[in-house]
């Protein structure tokens, strides 16, 4: 089983500060996506990353596949209360249709 | 608007009750998962499906088993529920396409269970 590990695993702020969520393997995927969950929900996709060295942009959020395609990043910038939430990253290893899901980053913005 | 249904928000049930999760999605959606949730542990798979009376085993398939007799329906079963099994579970459905949508997972509201 391919592993993806997320850090941190909590991350408190305050509304307006700036955070970096970390998605790390020693596999390979061939896309990784982001989603978050809100409580009560299921998640929801943010983005797909498909290409090495890929940079997404949603708004004030900000997504990088490593150019291994082992890693990936998510950054926030001037954080608000609206973002709070589990943020799950989950890769897809070859041409399968599973996906493999980090243990989630639960963020809390603070007004 | 896409949507894919479970049956029941908050579910309670005994030790060695047979419990029975139900996932509905209106997107005609080839394939279907069934994960469960726990605080630490991200989403681990229990079972999915690729077409109507097919299944696959994921990472954590003991002590349930599955159902799809239709393509728009997934039901996951836990033969004589424990304790351990306590958990919040997610239904998913998804359509192999192409470009960014790839494998994009549409998920249910999902069913937190409590076994006493």
């Known amino acids: 089983t391919q592993l993806l590990e997320q850090s941190p695993q909590f991350l408190s702020i305050q509304e307006g500060e700036n955070l970096t969520v970390y998605c790390n393997s020693s596999?390979?995927?061939?896309?990784l996506q982001w989603y978050r969950q809100e409580p009560g929900e299921g998640p929801v996709l943010l983005v797909t990353?498909?290409?090495?060295?890929e940079v997404k942009k949603l708004k004030r959020l900000t997504f990088q596949f490593g150019d291994a395609r082992k890693d990936s990043s998510l950054h926030i910038t001037a954080a608000q209360p609206g973002d709070t939430g589990l943020y799950l990253c989950?890769?897809?290893?070859?041409?399968?249709?599973?996906?493999?899901f980090g243990s989630g980053t639960q963020l809390t913005v603070l007004p | 608007d896409v949507k894919v249904t479970q049956s029941s928000r908050y579910l309670v049930k005994r030790t060695g009750e047979k419990v029975f999760l139900e996932c509905v999605q209106d997107?005609?959606?080839?394939?279907m998962f069934w994960y469960r949730q726990d605080p630490g542990l991200g989403l681990r798979l229990i079972y999915f499906s690729y077409d109507v009376k097919m299944k696959e085993k994921g990472d954590i398939p003991e002590g349930y088993s599955v159902s799809r007799e239709k393509k728009e329906r997934f039901s996951l079963i836990l033969e004589s529920a424990s304790t351990n099994q306590t958990s919040m579970y997610l239904c998913a459905s998804s359509s192999p396409g192409q470009g960014s949508s790839y494998n994009e997972q549409f998920f249910g509201p999902g069913t937190r269970l409590t076994v006493l």
């Open positions: 990353v498909v290409t090495g060295g």
């Open positions: 989950a890769g897809v290893a070859g041409s399968a249709r599973q996906l493999t």
């Open positions: 997107m005609d959606h080839e394939n």
């Open positions: 596999s390979v995927f061939s896309s």
